[in-house]
């Protein structure tokens, strides 16, 4: 990779952050933000991916995978927003910062294009490896990104789907994979960057630093601004309901569920 292109990246990364933010204040509506994020994380993937060293086939199959990942996700995201809906963790994060929003959001949005960069880096990483491909463990990481793009469209639709019935107006959503945890979406989410490690872990020591996808997103999903603000949210708007559900069903690792009770309307 030429030397200057990492900060062009990182500097590409906080110019599209800084749209997102002017954008959010004009319209707004907070999921422009994501799917600003979106797009700018795969198109800086999709750079660092055709730049890396590795062999062709190589940096052509991550960069399909980023590629994928962020045209669903981005499209997914921009769709919901397009239709009027307000992310409600965004709406309590400024709704708590008061006066100082503005600032504070903005603030908030370049941490993300950091966290972006993090997320490129493991992209780079995983293209550039010059060990033989395909190893076993390139066919595992293969598997383990299609499953997880795949889990998180599955999580996405099951959900969009219990919005659009009468019960969402009351109830919580516990069909198809949301049975087995609260947010399978966020965790096939973690899932996807798991898969870079995999393409990128070899002898040079600084192939481990693509550890730090996975590991920077499970901290921000788990315990920053994934799960936290939008739990608090349902607990302020389903109440005991909510409160059940988390009872019963797992927060993020998809696993049996904790209690038998029947589902709203079953017998």
Known sequence: MDAHLPVIIAIGLSLAMA?????????????????????????????????????????????????????????????????GTEDPRYA???????????????????????????????????????AAFPRLVDVVAIIVGIVAIGGEALSDAQLARFRKTPQAETEVCEVGLWRYSRHPNYFF??????????????????????????????WLLVHISGIPPLEEHMLRSRGEKFRALQRRVNAFFPGPRKSTSPLPGEP
């Open 189 to 218: 989410e973690w899932l996807f960057w798991c898969c870079f490690p995999l393409f990128a872990l070899a002898q040079p020591i600084w192939s481990w630093l693509s550890l730090l996808a996975p590991l920077l997103m499970y």
């Open 19 to 83: 749209g997102a933010w002017a954008i959010q204040r004009a319209t707004g509506l907070s999921g422009w933000i994501d799917t600003i994020w979106s797009f700018a994380v795969g198109l800086g993937g999709i750079i660092a991916a055709l730049f890396a060293g590795g062999s062709f086939d190589r940096r052509m199959t991550v960069l399909v995978l980023i590629s994928l990942w962020a045209l669903r996700l981005g499209s997914h995201i921009g769709s919901r927003t397009k239709g």
């Open 92 to 130: 309590k994060f400024i709704e708590d910062w008061g006066d100082r929003a503005a600032t504070r959001l903005f603030v908030f949005l370049q941490i993300q294009a950091i966290v972006a960069f993090v997320l490129v880096l493991a992209v780079y990483l995983a293209a550039g490896n010059d």
